[in-house]
């Protein structure tokens, strides 16, 4: 299922929201420990990054860099010392995007939380990226990390399939929406949900993020651009 955007957009990745993950959706349920790391089941680093049907790594994962390098982000996908989780939020009619990040800092033995809001800014004919600005602001949960990181969980923030690859999950052609990466020393996957807000009654999973969206803008103070 490709998932068309308009070429004014094509650098900007979160834009690109229709994964096509080939991973399992019934994998067994790992925890988010609200110590210090996630524990899994494997002994080497497994990445799970979404696929074309020709079997290229996603749109958004072979451009992300373009953002995550302006921005001075750490790339995930070789995985991290503890959890880092990254959160971004796209909007169709907009060139403003948000960010969440949530990680655990050994060297401060302590959870973390960065909202980011960036501007990008492209040519005058809008067919490049000429820069992205990043505001950032640091934020912690009003119940406590414990309890904000076990209401995550409770969601399987970590396991959740990517939409596509939901029966009955029909991507509008033009749509807000959130993708989410997941690295620990062990692992690192991405997956995507466009509007899970339409479909949060009808499928579980929908649900599920929907419920994810509300715990980090509840908890953490965040207000999401637009409804998803």
Same mark, same amino acid.
């Given at each position: 299922m490709n998932y068309h955007i308009d070429e004014k957009k094509i650098c900007n990745l979160m834009l690109s929201l229709a994964w096509l993950m080939m991973f399992s959706c019934e994998s067994k349920k790992k925890e988010i420990n609200t110590s210090n790391s996630l524990e899994f089941d494997i002994d080497t680093f497994v990445q799970d990054i979404p696929r074309e049907k020709n079997g290229d790594f996603d749109f958004a =994962?072979?451009?992300?860099?373009?953002?995550?390098?302006?921005?001075?982000?750490?790339?995930?996908?070789?995985?991290?010392?503890?959890?880092?989780?990254?959160?971004?939020?796209?909007?169709?009619?907009?060139?403003?995007?948000?960010?969440?990040?949530?990680?655990?800092?050994?060297?401060?033995?302590s959870w973390q939380s960065k909202i980011h809001t960036l501007l990008f800014e492209y040519s005058t004919n809008g067919d490049s990226l000429i820069n992205v600005k990043d505001s950032v602001v640091q934020a912690s949960p009003k119940s406590g990390w414990q309890v904000m990181m076990k209401k995550l969980n409770s969601f399987d923030m970590i396991d959740l399939p990517d939409c596509s690859m939901l029966e009955n999950y029909a991507l509008p052609m033009d749509g807000d929406g959130v993708m989410v990466q997941v690295a620990t020393n062990k692992k690192y996957r991405m997956y995507s949900y466009t509007m899970?807000?339409? =479909?949060?009654?009808?499928?579980?999973?929908?649900?599920?993020? =929907?419920?994810?969206?509300?715990?980090?803008?509840?908890?953490?103070?965040?207000?999401q651009i637009g409804e998803m």
């Open positions: =994962y072979r451009t992300k860099d373009t953002i995550e390098k302006r921005v001075g982000l750490i790339d995930l996908s070789k995985g991290y010392d503890s959890v880092f989780i990254r959160l971004y939020y796209s909007y169709s009619l907009s060139e403003i995007s948000q960010m969440v990040e949530i990680f655990y800092d050994k060297k401060i033995e899970p807000v339409l =479909y949060k009654n009808l499928i579980p999973e929908a649900k599920k993020m =929907y419920k994810i969206l509300y715990v980090i803008q509840d908890e953490l103070g965040f207000k």
